[in-house]
């Protein structure tokens, strides 16, 4: 059981607007930024989101983070057939003094 | 560009040891801090732990300590983790990673399995 929660599917039609969620409490996602990783099919994860909504080079604007309080979302507008992935959140956890990611959520475009 | 590459991983029997490297090159690594990541078959991902850029310092989550030890070494511009006692649960894809996950290597299959 991760400490910060994501919901397990998520499902959106080509051109629609998603989010995904992921909750934490006070020690992580309340005092910490958030970072949303893609990971496509057999692939190794990719940062997609770090800091306070930043985009590493290459990274479409399409995709955007919030955060209020202790949760966080990830959006992804425009959605394309090739946004199917498990994106996953991270954060650091000032009780655990770790890194902690969600469990992933698996989106389907269909 | 950088570049993370693993190896070392393989098949090893419950309570063996295996040593994972990770070579990195594209970047100054000794400015990096280095994490490893781990993903059990069909399962989310795991963090394993940290090093600070110098090698001086390495932090882990609380279920790995003491079985399993990070190391750095900017002279080789090499990352490297050490597992010692290996159980079936240890089974997973293990990931290298820069500072805060922005690049990661292709990953490395650890099995254990008698």
């Known amino acids: 059981q991760s400490v910060v929660t994501q919901p397990p599917s998520a499902s959106g039609t080509p051109g629609q607007r998603v989010t995904i969620s992921c909750s934490g409490s006070?020690?992580?996602?309340?005092?910490?930024?958030v970072n949303w990783l893609q990971q496509l099919p057999g692939t190794s994860p990719k940062l997609l989101i770090f800091?306070?909504?930043q985009r590493p080079s290459g990274v479409p604007d399409r995709f955007s983070g919030s955060k209020s309080g202790t949760s966080a979302s990830l959006a992804i507008s425009g959605l394309q057939s090739e946004d199917e992935a498990d994106y996953y959140c991270?954060?650091?956890?000032?009780?655990?003094?770790?890194?902690?990611f969600g469990g992933g959520t698996k989106l389907t475009v269909l | 560009e950088v570049q993370l590459v693993e190896s070392g991983g393989g098949l090893v029997q419950p309570g063996g040891s295996l040593r994972l490297s990770c070579a990195a090159s594209?970047?100054?690594?000794?400015?990096?801090?280095m994490s490893w990541v781990r993903q059990a078959p069909g399962k989310g991902l795991e963090w394993v732990g940290n090093?600070?850029?110098?090698?001086?310092?390495?932090f882990y989550v609380d279920s790995l300590k003491g079985r399993f030890t990070i190391s750095k070494d900017n002279a080789k511009n090499s990352l490297y983790l050490q597992m010692n006692s290996l159980r079936p649960e240890d089974t997973a894809v293990y990931y290298c990673?820069?500072?805060?996950?922005?690049?990661w290597g292709q990953g490395a299959l650890v099995t254990v399995s008698s």
């Open positions: 990673a820069r500072r805060n996950f922005d690049f």
């Open positions: 594209g970047f100054t690594f000794s400015s990096y801090s």
């Open positions: 090093i600070k850029q110098d090698g001086s310092e390495a």
């Open positions: 006070s020690s992580n996602i309340g005092s910490n930024t």
């Open positions: 800091g306070k909504n």
């Open positions: 991270a954060t650091w956890d000032d009780s655990l003094n770790n890194w902690v």
